[in-house]
């Protein structure tokens, strides 16, 4: 029998984080330790409230932790509601909420798991970074025992909020500094990959079919998602930013990757927040981030077919 991978997500749900939820809900190759969850595409109130319905919509039984809800050193959040909407997961309609988070706090609960832990956890964060960050500096013996990180986040190329810097490392950069510079093995699914995996009419239609509860949750999140990200973006299909993390865990051979150094850009200010990998090698410094730099699309369409049908009714 195939030991299954642990891993943590850390995440700010968000249409796609709750996609990204349901594809390692659905995984035999997975064992889902926990969620934490941070501020982001919503306020930590409604971030946290959004995990749970997914959870619930799906009959998830994983232990769902709220975190922190400010970035580490601004004062200011930064939420993306033009692409989220007022609840963070706006289009889908769910039933009344009847599961609470866990009392302990989520950088407490890393803490405590990542040190009983054998060194074989996989983080897996979707969102900003401060959760991680704050664990870290709070406890940094758990640095060494993290497995992986493989978090969605960056761009060696173009952002997405500024010309430079992409969401979630933005929303606080301080705390992507911390976690970038920490030494663990890091996987980085920016969006010059993620923006390759359009989530076109089509897709929804082809995983529509699938006819189960999980079909028509990704549906209608994806309805709603397209539509905020036309008139942003003016992209027919949205990005399926966050479920690129759990794919690549499922599928290795699903993303090419290329080690470089990477820090994050905190002193700048047209810059502030930019993920600067040095693709070419010029500092002679050693590579600390495995970048993604190209996605294999058709197997990953087929990876979230797979996700959802997995899931019996």
């Not at 996987?187 to 239609?205: A, H, N, Q, S, Y």
């Given at each position: 029998m195939v030991k299954k991978q642990k891993i943590i997500i850390d995440c700010d749900p968000g249409h796609d984080d709750a996609i990204n939820i349901m594809l390692a809900g659905s995984s035999d190759k997975l064992d889902v330790l926990g969620i934490t969850v941070v501020a982001g595409n919503q306020t930590i109130e409604k971030t946290v409230k959004n995990a749970l319905r997914v959870c619930q919509y799906l009959d998830l039984s994983y232990p769902v932790y709220a975190g922190c809800p400010q970035p580490m050193i601004r004062a200011r959040q930064m939420i993306a509601d033009d692409i989220h909407g007022e609840t963070g997961l706006d289009g889908p309609v769910f039933p009344e909420l009847t599961r609470n988070a866990e009392d302990i706090h989520a950088v407490l609960f890393l803490i405590d798991t990542i040190m009983k832990s054998e060194g074989d956890i996989i983080i897996t964060p979707t969102g900003p970074l401060t959760n991680i960050a704050m664990a870290m500096r709070l406890e940094p013996k758990i640095v060494p025992k993290i497995k992986r990180i493989v978090l969605m986040g960056g761009s060696y190329q173009m952002g997405n909020v500024t010309p430079a810097a992409e969401?979630?490392?933005?929303?606080?950069?301080?705390?992507?500094?911390?976690?970038?510079?920490?030494?663990?093995?890091?996987?980085?699914?920016?969006?010059?990959?993620?923006?390759?995996?359009?989530?076109?009419?089509?897709?929804?239609?082809?995983?529509?079919?699938?006819?189960?509860?999980?079909?028509?949750?990704?549906?209608?999140?994806?309805?709603?998602?397209?539509?905020?990200?036309?008139?942003?973006?003016?992209?027919?299909?949205?990005?399926?930013?966050?479920?690129?993390?759990?794919?690549?865990?499922?599928?290795?051979?699903?993303?090419?990757?290329?080690?470089?150094?990477?820090?994050?850009?905190?002193?700048?200010?047209?810059?502030?927040?930019?993920?600067?990998?040095?693709?070419?090698?010029?500092?002679?410094?050693?590579?600390?981030?495995?970048?993604?730099?190209?996605?294999?699309?058709?197997?990953?369409?087929?990876?979230?077919?797979?996700?959802?049908?997995?899931?019996?009714?």
């Open positions: 969401f979630n490392i933005i929303a606080d950069a301080d705390a992507a500094h911390v976690v970038f510079s920490s030494g663990v093995p890091l996987t980085m699914c920016g969006l010059d990959v993620t923006r390759k995996v359009l989530c076109f009419p089509e897709i929804v239609d082809r995983m529509r079919k699938i006819g189960n509860k999980a079909a028509s949750l990704f549906a209608d999140l994806m309805t709603y998602f397209n539509k905020s990200q036309k008139e942003v973006f003016g992209w027919d299909g949205g990005p399926l930013h966050d479920p690129v993390t759990v794919a690549s865990i499922l599928e290795p051979e699903l993303l090419k990757i290329k080690p470089m150094y990477t820090e994050i850009d905190i002193r700048g200010l047209g810059s502030y927040g930019r993920t600067n990998c040095d693709y070419f090698g010029y500092s002679k410094r050693t590579p600390n981030v495995d970048v993604a730099i190209d996605i294999d699309v058709e197997k990953f369409w087929d990876t979230i077919g797979a996700g959802i049908k997995a899931y019996s009714a």
